[in-house]
């Protein structure tokens, strides 16, 4: 990211102490990056400790401070308990928590098990809720303030052909932040999501345009007729999670260059005309790429 476009002064996220899921790549590194720029500690979680260690390393060699990096399988809820003890031991209460993790891959619906629905579910739903309610009642325990942001999608809002795992499981999360914006603001804790376009990243063109499957027709159907830029997201998310916003609450914010309005922003237009042939070779791409991530995991 060129962080010469972050808009924010120096220092601004200094005693933040912010946990990113799924902070070792794509847009959870962007925006730990974004965090650790202006001062805040990072706290981030992932499968791959090896990819994660990769990534605190780097940052820090860029910008200073201090990013942790942390193994855990949000699916696992003990996991999860065990990490954030490990995280409060180190300084005490999070002030920022950013559930971004998330697994994705395009499917006709159809073509989709009960394993392959929860694959996606017990991240991007479970998964999510586990990491804030452990996290939750520590705060609400401790009478501490803190920011959630989740990272979402304008599927929330609209669904989502051929992906519906994702999309129901994200609408969930939507649910979840409109819900605890308004329960739990009573204790200082708020909650507001980011519903990016396209902003590309490795894990997400593996399975979601596995190679290259729609070109750069997502590009040209944008009003904008460009993706997003990181410092772009890192910026909106600096904003909802820094200290001077507290009163956004409860908010989806999307940031897709009018892609929503334009499009709908889902894989409708660019799915709907493959046949048998090309589905399964797509399948077996994603495939490809996911037994490379679990060999990855079972190094790291
Ligand atoms: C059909 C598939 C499949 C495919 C996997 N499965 N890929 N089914 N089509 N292409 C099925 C498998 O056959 C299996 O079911 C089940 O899913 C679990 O597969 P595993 O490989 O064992 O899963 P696991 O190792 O747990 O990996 C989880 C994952 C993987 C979600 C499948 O993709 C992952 O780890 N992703 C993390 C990174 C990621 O997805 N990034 C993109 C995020 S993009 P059976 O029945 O055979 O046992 C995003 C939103 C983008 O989130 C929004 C853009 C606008």
């Keep these: 990211m060129d962080v010469s476009k972050l808009m924010f002064r120096e220092g601004l996220m200094a005693g933040e102490r912010i946990l990113v899921t799924g902070g070792g790549t794509g847009l959870g590194r962007e925006m730990t990056e974004g965090f650790l720029k202006l001062g805040a500690t990072v706290y981030i979680c992932g499968r791959r400790q090896n990819k994660l260690d990769e990534t605190a390393q780097e940052l820090m060699a860029l910008h200073g401070g ?40 395009i499917s006709r619906t159809e073509d989709l098990s009960v394993n392959g629905f929860n694959a ?10 586990y990491v804030t309610l452990d996290i939750g009642k520590r705060l609400i325990a401790e009478k ?19 992906v519906v795992p994702s999309a129901m499981s994200k609408t969930a999360i939507n649910a979840m932040t409109q819900s605890l914006a308004t329960e739990w603001g009573r204790y200082g804790l708020r909650f507001n999501a980011i519903a990016p376009g396209l902003f590309p990243t490795k894990g997400m063109s593996a399975r979601l345009h596995p190679g290259g499957s729609g070109g750069n027709s997502g590009n040209a159907m944008n009003p904008m007729g460009r993706a997003g830029e990181m410092h772009e997201l890192a910026n909106l998310a600096v904003f909802l999670m820094g200290p001077g916003a507290e009163y956004v609450n409860g908010q989806t914010i999307a940031i897709d260059g009018a ?15 493959l046949g048998d042939a090309e589905w399964d070779q ?3 791409m994603i495939k490809g790429t996911n037994e490379k991530d679990k060999a990855e995991r079972a190094v790291g």
């Design 144 to 162: 501490k303030k803190a920011s959630f942001l989740s990272i979402l999608t304008t599927w929330v809002w609209s669904g989502s052909a051929f």
């Design 259 to 273: 892609g929503f309005q334009a499009n709908g922003g889902t894989f409708y237009p660019m799915l709907h005309a």
């Design 120 to 129: 996606i579910a017990d991240i991007v739903m479970r998964g999510t809720f």
């Design 66 to 105: 201090k990013v942790v990096a942390n193994a855990c399988d949000i699916r696992d809820a003990a996991a999860i308990h065990a990490m954030v003890d490990a995280i409060w031991a180190d300084g005490g209460a999070l002030t920022g928590v950013v559930n971004n993790a998330a697994g994705n891959f």
């Design 282 to 284: 797509m399948r077996n």
